[in-house]
Each structure stands twice: as structure tokens, then as C-alpha cells.
């Protein structure tokens, strides 16, 4: 089966423009994620997405960051504006169950 | 609340030699634990995963894990590593209570393998 799919790999943009990223999760896979991880610092939580519903939203840093999941397949994540401090990389992961969370390889954010 | 501390940042290692990346959780209720790696350039790939049964699991490339409750620690093991094991290594925890839960991670743990 395909994996979690993210997409693009790298953007560099500059402070105050917008980045949308998306994420293609494993087909059939209800729940859907957004991680984040700025350098040097840990792996946190962005929300959480049963289908096209926000299960979990307490991990957004602020209301810059918008995310979606139309009709309960892909999901964006879009920033608007971007700041510097919103560099890093974005993980997107499913997953069926607690059992197993499968991950993209993320999208790397850097804000100039 | 869930917490993990991965208590190493960086580990250097001879190859063929063994190697422990320890982590250790809290949290208020049962877990389910995890550690993930990541190589280079490349996404979140599951090593391993402790959900029930016995307390010592095994993974892929050669790793294993013990879980210990009393002690809550997750401790990541290899009797001999291997160059291709460099990489940053992410222990990570989720409640059992119910499906669908946000994992929480520690800092990671770079394992770097000389020759």
C-alpha cells in the first residue's frame, strides 16, 4: 500500500507570504495528524482529524495556521502570514487505530 | 498529561559495539510506547512498539526495547551497531484509553556510529 505522502519536500519563503502544505494519508485511514518540530527542540503536536473533523486542535500555535481535510482524504496545513519562527518540519501521520501511526517524510519549512 | 525525556542527545558508538538510548515517560494513565527513527533526509520510520504482553519487544534492524513499568522507562537496545544505524532516534508514548490518540515525543537521541 502507498505510504503517508507530503508534499513539497522543502519550501523557502519569506516572511509574510503564505505556505499551504499538504498530506495524502494512507488510504482508508481515519485519523490524521500534523507534528511539528522546530529545530532543536522536540516532535509536538499539531491537531488531530477524525475524517473531515477536528478531533484535536490544542497543539496550533496560533490562528496563522489553518488546517483542513476535505471530505476526509488529504489534508493542508496553511500558514498565512508565515513568520521566522514558524520554520522547521512539518510531519503529517495516519493511522487506523492506536495500534499504528505510519509518517511522511515531512515538509521543510524555513521562513527568511 | 504525558512527558518523555530521552536523557542522551547525542551518543557516539564504535561500530560493533553495543549501544542503550534511554527514555523515560510519565503519565497519569497506561501507555502505549514507541520509539521511531529517522535517517537522514528521510521521514519517521517505527522501529518498534510496546502495547501489551511481554515486556521485552523486539523490532526491525536488529533493536529491542524493554518496557518497565515500576521504573517507567522504554529503554532502546542493540548488542552491536552498525554504520547504517546513525540516525536520530525519537522515543514516543500515547494513552491506551482509546484509539486515535496524539503520540508525545521526547527530544531524540542522535546515535552516531564510528568506524
Known amino acids: 500500500e502507498a505510504g503517508v505522502t507530503q508534499f513539497p519536500s522543502h519550501s523557502v519563503i519569506e516572511k509574510g507570504q503564505t505556505v499551504t502544505l499538504r498530506c495524502d494519508p494512507i488510504s482508508g485511514h481515519d485519523n490524521l495528524y500534523w507534528y511539528r518540530r522546530v529545530m532543536g527542540k522536540e516532535i509536538k503536536f499539531l491537531l488531530h482529524f477524525v475524517k473531515e473533523s477536528k478531533q484535536d486542535e490544542s497543539g496550533m500555535p496560533n490562528n496563522r495556521f489553518l488546517a483542513e481535510r476535505t471530505g476526509g482524504t488529504y489534508s493542508t496545513l496553511k500558514v498565512q502570514p508565515a513568520e521566522l519562527e514558524d520554520s522547521g518540519v512539518y510531519f503529517c501521520?495516519?493511522?487506523?487505530?492506536?495500534?499504528?501511526?505510519?509518517f511522511g517524510s515531512g515538509t521543510r519549512l524555513t521562513v527568511v | 498529561a504525558q512527558s518523555v525525556t530521552q536523557l542522551d542527545s547525542q551518543v557516539p558508538v564504535f561500530e560493533e559495539a553495543p549501544v542503550e538510548l534511554r527514555c523515560n515517560y510519565s503519565s497519569s494513565v497506561s501507555v502505549y510506547l514507541f520509539w521511531y527513527v529517522q535517517y537522514p533526509n528521510q521521514g519517521l520510520q517505527l522501529l518498534l512498539k510496546?502495547?501489551?504482553?511481554?515486556?521485552l519487544v523486539k523490532g526491525i534492524n536488529g533493536f529491542e526495547a524493554e518496557f518497565n513499568k515500576s521504573q517507567t522507562s522504554f529503554h532502546l537496545r542493540k548488542p552491536s551497531v552498525h554504520i547504517s544505524d546513525t540516525a536520530e532516534y525519537f522515543c514516543?508514548?500515547?494513552?491506551?484509553?482509546?484509539?486515535?490518540?496524539?503520540?508525545?515525543f521526547g527530544g531524540g537521541t542522535r546515535l552516531m556510529v564510528k568506524p
Open positions: 510496546y502495547l501489551s504482553g511481554s515486556t
Open positions: 514516543a508514548v500515547t494513552s491506551n484509553n482509546n484509539a486515535g490518540n496524539m503520540l508525545t
Open positions: 501521520a495516519s493511522s487506523h487505530s492506536h495500534r499504528g501511526y505510519t
